[in-house]
């Protein structure tokens, strides 16, 4: 078993890939540099991020699965975590170390390990998709803060463009302290890098004072709506709470008056 | 200003929740027109305390209505308040709900005032002013108004993603029994309407590219359940029929919830909505639609209606024995889909990784499928030797005792043996 230390990038970990096929090194414990400490084992190669290498093993990968399980890798990537990370550093050896078609046989606990990671991460963005609720203000920005489970918000840039091409708008994620801002152009990544990251969500929260004058009473009539759409006598909690789930609650304007 | 427009969104959106379709799918509109919106797999934005999804805003254009249907909340003559929208009111909300992504789209529907083309000509206006307006590609599922003109339906079609008309009860009787003034056949006259423009449409788009869509999400329907006497044979086979004969996308099945009513005809307020029984028809609906059941299998003479203490795939297996154990590593794709706790993924996936060798059962388990109930219906590499097909009582008997269902009664009673 050989330790290798990338820089948590999803290049970094094609690369890595590189280097184990060049060295080949069949068995590798995968670090980010956060992630490891030099007491651990002791000689771990450090690996160099290059997107040269990068993308020639993407395009070997892409050459060997079909473009379902393609979407499920780089899906699985935005999972956000060194475990994920080690399952697609995994399954991209056993795909260059078999033949063609290897990618279908989901009895491989590499193969039904990746679809179920990709699965996760899929529901969560479909999620976001779902849970993001834009308050309008005064400037006619559109915002929204969220805090999602896996760092989706890459996955639903462009779905957000497509549909809201004609309002500007952004999108914070405040676990991650970064967020997508539509200017009516293009989206950019975008970060606040004057205030501490524990002011964040005020800060954007600050427009209140400057939301649009109508917003108050948009709020209130999708709140009316939420309550009278409910039919009493089939009142089902739990489903209710399965579907939309509580650390959600505080995102969405249907759930509870509290402003923050 | 704000209380009245309040006032009526309270009123119009508690009055159309007995509609129970929310689908926003099925339909592919692109943003193109520098506007705002599209649509594709729908997106379910929240769901209300009784766990139904939320996707569009669904309301009605009035609650006043000239007709007096005893299911209905709206009917003449029951004693409710009420309220009708303008065109511009629906248009705003609906605009400003959308940009703030609470909703996926707008569900259109309304009581009849004056008469069926009057209100046809009110949603129709609405329609064009999103689509035309405020360039709106996100979804709109429209309701058809009974009677109402085919000039005005055939307009609605090229702006609406989805058209639905309700047949309300199950059968002729049952409908006629609680509706006099409505009727099947009327229903059956809108749908087909709606079905030839969409094939001719369809054809014309063959030949020209630049023929719009119509109705580009396809027709559903909705049946009220248990308010009239039809048993589940009756339901699925109209159902059935009605998938058949004008290519629905969705029948809904809706369990009566009680409201005021003093004819005597229908069941009492308090009484519980069937909501296990309404399970199990979509359940059924499921089977005839992706599994390959016809309904015959599912309710027949010898079975008219559906078991609610198991679904009604398991019902079938245990029913046909005799076809059983599947072969997981031989059996059709088919015929796996057929084995009670194994689902269309779960099938494609078994069919995919079998190509590979022999799957065993710790394989099956990983691969997602209800294990615990497939294992009486399946043989797989290290299934151990057996004899002969299963006891259908006994495998129930195991099943019923291993499940632990919401929906079982509290005061859990001795089990048959038989």
Redesign the interface.
């Known amino acids: 078993m050989t330790s290798y230390i990338f820089d948590g990038t999803f290049y970094g970990l094609l690369s890595a890939v590189f280097e184990s096929y060049e060295r080949k090194h069949k068995q590798v414990r995968l670090y980010t540099h956060t992630a490891y400490s030099s007491d651990m084992f002791g000689g771990a190669i450090t690996v160099t991020t290059n997107p040269e290498k990068a993308l020639r093993v993407w395009k070997g990968l892409n050459g060997r699965i079909d473009a379902q399980h393609r979407e499920e890798f780089y899906t699985s990537w935005y999972a956000d975590d060194l475990k994920t990370w080690q399952l697609l550093f995994d399954y991209a050896l056993y795909i260059f170390e078999h033949p063609a078609g290897?990618d279908?046989?989901?009895?491989?606990?590499l193969v039904?390990g990746l679809?179920q990671v990709a699965r996760k991460v899929s529901r969560e963005r479909?999620r976001m998709?779902?849970?993001?609720?834009?308050?309008?203000g005064a400037n006619q920005l559109?915002h929204?803060v969220i805090k999602p489970d896996y760092d989706v918000l890459p996955l639903i840039a462009e779905h957000f463009r497509?549909?809201?091409?004609?309002?500007a708008w952004v999108i914070y994620d405040e676990q991650r302290h970064y967020g997508l801002y539509y200017d009516l152009h293009q989206v950019q990544e975008v970060v606040f890098e004057a205030v501490p990251a524990a002011q964040e969500h005020a800060a954007i929260r600050q427009e209140d004072t400057l939301l649009d004058s109508?917003e108050a009473?948009?709020a209130?009539?999708?709140k009316?709506?939420?309550?009278?759409?409910?039919?009493?006598?089939?009142?089902?909690?739990?489903?209710?709470i399965?579907?939309?789930p509580k650390r959600y609650w505080r995102y969405?304007?249907?759930k509870g008056d509290v402003r923050y | 200003m704000s209380e009245r427009i309040r006032e009526k969104l309270s009123i119009l959106a508690d009055a159309a929740k007995y509609d129970v379709s929310c689908a926003s799918s099925g339909s592919n509109r692109k943003n193109t027109n520098g506007g705002i919106g599209d649509t594709g797999n729908g997106i379910c934005h929240s769901y209300t305390e009784d766990g139904r999804c939320v996707s569009l805003l669904k309301i009605l254009l009035t609650n006043f209505c000239i007709y007096d249907c005893q299911f209905c909340v709206s009917r003449k003559s029951n004693d409710v308040k009420r309220a009708a929208f303008t065109v511009d009111e629906v248009v705003e909300l609906t605009m400003n709900f959308y940009r703030r992504n609470y909703i996926e789209g707008l569900f259109l529907s309304s009581g009849i005032f004056k008469n069926a083309d009057y209100t046809m000509e009110r949603m129709l206006s609405i329609v064009k002013k999103l689509r035309q307006e405020q360039r709106f590609n996100g979804y709109i599922h429209l309701k058809t108004i009974p009677g109402a003109s085919e000039e005005l339906v055939t307009e609605a079609g090229l702006y609406a993603d989805r058209m639905s008309i309700n047949l309300e009860m199950p059968t002729e009787q049952g409908l006629k029994t609680v509706a006099p003034e409505k009727s099947h056949a009327e229903v059956e006259k809108e749908l087909g309407l709606v079905r030839n423009k969409t094939l001719q449409y369809e054809s014309e788009r063959g030949v020209i590219k630049s023929v719009p869509r119509f109705v580009p999400a396809g027709q559903s329907t909705q049946m009220v359940i248990g308010a009239t006497p039809e048993n589940d044979k009756e339901v699925l086979r109209t159902a059935d029929r009605f998938y058949k004969d004008f290519s629905l996308k969705r029948v809904y099945y809706s369990g009566y919830i009680p409201i005021q009513n003093n004819t005597g005809l229908l069941p009492l307020i308090g009484t519980p909505p069937p909501v296990i029984r309404e399970n199990r028809l979509y359940q059924s609906d499921w089977l005839m639609r992706f599994y390959g059941f016809s309904v015959h299998e599912i309710v027949n003479d010898e079975h008219p209606d559906l078991e609610l203490d198991i679904d009604p795939k398991l019902s079938w297996a245990l029913r046909n024995i005799h076809q059983f154990p599947v072969d997981i590593n031989t059996a059709d794709y088919r015929l796996i889909l057929r084995v009670p706790g194994i689902g269309i993924q779960s099938a494609k996936k078994i069919v995919s990784a079998r190509q590979f060798g022999k799957l065993r059962s710790h394989q099956l388990r990983q691969l997602g499928i209800a294990y615990n109930r497939a294992q009486h219906f399946i043989r797989c590499a290290d299934s151990p030797f057996s004899l002969g097909e299963q006891d259908a009582g006994r495998v129930r008997q195991i099943l019923l005792q291993e499940s632990q269902s919401k929906w079982r009664p509290k005061d859990t009673a001795q089990l048959s043996l038989f």
């Open positions: 290897a279908r046989d989901y009895g491989h606990a039904l679809s479909h998709k779902a849970f993001i609720r834009f308050e309008k559109y929204a497509q549909r809201y091409a004609d309002q109508q009473l948009y209130t009539l999708w009316d709506y939420f309550r009278n759409t409910n039919i009493k006598e089939r009142s089902n909690l739990k489903l209710h399965q579907h939309v969405l304007t249907e």
